[in-house]
DNA sequence: TTGAAAGCGTTACCAG
DNA sequence: CTGGTAACGCTTTCAA
């Protein structure tokens, strides 16, 4: 209650800079837009005035005539105990909003713990207003809230990849060719028993990960119905356990592919208290490439994901968007490096002191994932 | 340019509604507003042309006319290359995120690299009158920030301990009474020749933390002189370069105190580099205790700083400080718990799958730092 | 080149 | 209990 009574002072308005440079609130209005048909006497003496009086414009009464927030959502679709916990999001939230501000956008953030929340939130915060279009985070595979938001005409851009037919603005990485790439990588170490431990399966990256992984074992002649496959939530918990599930049924395997950084983590200490070394026995090669796959010991070869690049992007997709000027075609692929270090019996792939600066091609440490063909 | 043509259609308005129940704007508007001398009958009229129409009140309106955007701003003070890299400001982020949201307010985020770009962001929001206040991440030494907010009335609450005499709104843990336990433990453990790791000395929280670190040291009959202490960036590298300047300066350390835990790791690494082992030949512990630190090799024993609680407590603040219920006192002192685990040569204080969710006690392995006196 | 006036969608005061 | 009306601060015709 009393939500008003916090102190907002009588302000300067549009009014009190015309009457101090003997004009009309219009003509201030048209030098702040910079209309070319006011003359230049006058323009200056408004500006003068703009100074004296520290006159900045009302952008709440500016977004309702205009019908227009200049603000874009940011929904974090996570469970509320892990929503940031989620180095991916965190980067990509960097990304964009460093891109809304240098657009000229603000950027409001809500989490949303389940789909219903997610839709409710995203809709609302549209109908009342508040934003013009939403960044999504994540793409599920039977996912009704895309076609919801649709429905109301509410712009918005994912980080992933949508299934279905519509067109929708996404940004993402090749998720099929670049796990394809990095299941052929441990194949070209020689290892044949290779284990896939992912997140949770009703995500469209799970299963693009999952799928590029059959396709490098199938083309090396594995039988599709043996590849050992756990899944589990993104969590160190949820990766050693999966880890721990795979050892238990298939325990010759000699090498892990584990879909997430933090999942690995766990997996390693799941190998770890099943007494097998690393890369000795098993090697481990991971995706996302957050602080924590260098960190981990040994530290951890990795798919590089460009989290801030992704946020990035899909924000640009919005904006342009919002504009006016839809882009074409509405999805962007983002080529991703592979990083070579000690858990698949490689040479450390950073530099000597930070991690994860290396470019591609690097020190022959760095691999370049050709960009998939459209 | 163009950015309202983003058809944004038509909507309905109040007056849609007034008409369509057979009453004035004014009744709908008491209907929402749920004032109490509005018969029961038109009210339910009301409610049911809102219904039928899906109707939503447009909230720039409301803002304009109630003088309250009802948003929070977030300012992440980092520089742009690291802005989230910090798993400190995301978790913070989170915590702010979700009390907002549970009270009905917005949360608007915006980096600010400079002071003076977050001065600027955080005045030119609240001037344009997109948001009611702003939650600070940083206390700097001689911060003139904090006065130039007051001077424009602008509400914020601060995430680490403000300098200066000023009532200031803010949320802390004890640093130096935690950095003072952390040193003490060590102390106990045996360790007389203790090195110091700091990030950047213009922070508050360095300053804290070298103090509490002092004082136990002085305490146990060191010469405050001949404290090792370096400090650096906020991150790996600059752990890195720290802990081989005090090893190159004071080879015989035995015990390593890091105020950060991406410092931290890469202290580790230079530990490794210098062929000491760790914990025989140095013991290390650190603050924080984001994931990082319990995936760290050897995992690093931590003063486990609240990070969520610190973002949901200050939003609370500001948000008590927004309607009309200024706190008192208007400080939060939380206490913060020792994670003790294999680089202090202790037995790991993880329960066995997930990392951090000990609590103070437990098994012996967490210890509570008593809270410190006013 | 400039001004007057009509909105944008709400809320809130003042009558009745 | 309810309606009319005047704001809120700005932009944008329409006239001049």
Known sequence: ??????????????????????????????????????????????????????????????????????????????????AFASPFVAEALRGAATVAQRNGYYLMIFTAPTLAEERHHSLTLYREGRIDGVILTTARVHDTLLDDLRKEGLPFAVIGRPTGRQVTYWVNNDNVGDAKAATEHLLRLGHRRIGLITGPRQFVVTQDRTRGFRLAMEEAGASPRLLPHAAGPFTEQGGYQA??????????????????????????RALADAGRRVPEDVAVMCFNDSPLASAAHPPLSAVRIPMYELGARATELLIAVLEGHPPWPGHILLPADMVLRASTGEPAGDAPATAGTVTAGAAGSTAKIPEAAR
Do not use: C, W
């Open 243 to 268: 880890a721990a599930e795979i050892i238990r049924r298939q325990p010759d395997i000699t090498a892990l592919l584990v879909t997430d950084d933090v999942m690995a983590v766990g997996a390693l």
């Open 1 to 82: 209650m009393n939500r008003q009574a916090a102190g907002r002072n009588m302000r300067i308005t549009i009014k009190d800079v015309a009457q101090m440079a003997g004009v009309s609130p219009s003509t201030v209005s048209r030098v702040l837009a910079k209309d070319p048909r006011i003359s230049p006497v006058t323009a200056e003496k408004v500006r003068q005035a703009i100074q004296a009086t520290h006159y900045h414009p009302n952008g709440i009464a500016r977004s309702l005539v205009r019908k227009a927030s200049l603000t874009i959502g940011f929904s974090v679709a996570q469970p509320a105990d892990q």
